[in-house]
């Protein structure tokens, strides 16, 4: 069964840092690329930014709304990808779900960790 | 640029049937998407990947009761013989080489 389990929400002060991890398991990690989604209270899903499994170049592409502050990478022998969040603003508060993707769309989700900024 | 574009409600009677609408932006009519399901206080739940030619690929466990169908830059989930457990949010996605793209999503009522 695959199954995707995030972690590592908290609540963290603006400008400050944190890691969230999405480990996978029932599946071979690394031959899928993998996405984050986030949902702000109340509102819709936003793609955050994805990762290319390695035969792609493991490289990562990111929304204009994170980019040069979130960074995506991945530990495909611990089955796990990581959204490292720098220079959190109060904006970046919702709930993060990882995907797997196949071929583009999340044909798996996991059920979120939730991320508050506030002072 | 690629955009979707979702109402942002619909209601049906239960045991009725309802179509909810995606549609691409100019330009991106070819492109496949993906429908999912969230139900309140829970993640998404992938429904199914459709592509331009209607053909569509299920996730586990989806019911017969959805489908999809597309026509031009438009593509569509049908769900029949509505449940009150259908009631949920509908956010359909599309992707490019190097972007993703949700839709608005569309909050289905079920009288």
């Known amino acids: 069964e695959v199954q995707l389990v995030e972690s590592g929400g908290d609540l963290v002060k603006p400008g400050r840092s944190l890691r969230l991890s999405c480990t996978g398991s029932?599946?071979?990690?690394?031959?899928?690329?993998m996405t984050w989604i986030r949902q702000a209270p109340g509102k819709g899903l936003e793609w955050v930014g994805f990762?290319?499994?390695?035969?792609?170049?493991?490289?990562?592409e990111y929304a204009a709304s994170v980019k040069g502050r979130f960074t995506i990478s991945r530990d495909d022998a611990k089955s796990v990808a990581y959204l490292q969040m720098n220079s959190v603003k109060i904006e970046d508060t919702a709930v993060y779900f990882c995907?797997?993707?196949?071929?583009?769309?999340?044909?798996?989700w996991g059920q979120g960790t939730l991320v508050t900024v506030s002072s | 640029q690629l955009v979707l574009t979702q109402s942002p409600s619909a209601s049906a009677s239960l045991g009725a049937s309802v179509n909810l609408t995606c549609t691409l932006s100019?330009?991106?009519?070819?492109?496949?998407i993906a429908w999912h399901q969230q139900q309140p206080d829970k993640g998404p739940r992938f429904l199914m990947k459709?592509?331009?030619?209607?053909?569509?690929n299920k996730g586990d466990g989806v019911p017969d009761r959805f489908s999809g169908s597309s026509s031009g830059a438009e593509r569509y989930l049908t769900i029949s013989s509505l449940q009150s457990e259908d009631e949920a949010d509908y956010y359909c996605?599309?992707?490019?080489?190097?972007?993703?793209?949700f839709g608005g999503g569309t909050r289905l009522t079920v009288l």
């Open positions: 100019s330009g991106h009519s070819s492109y496949a």
């Open positions: 029932g599946f071979t990690f690394g031959v899928y690329a």
């Open positions: 995907c797997r993707e196949d071929g583009g769309d999340c044909d798996y």
């Open positions: 996605q599309a992707w490019g080489t190097d972007i993703r793209v």
């Open positions: 990762i290319r499994h390695k035969a792609y170049g493991g490289t990562a």
């Open positions: 459709l592509k331009t030619d209607g053909s569509h």
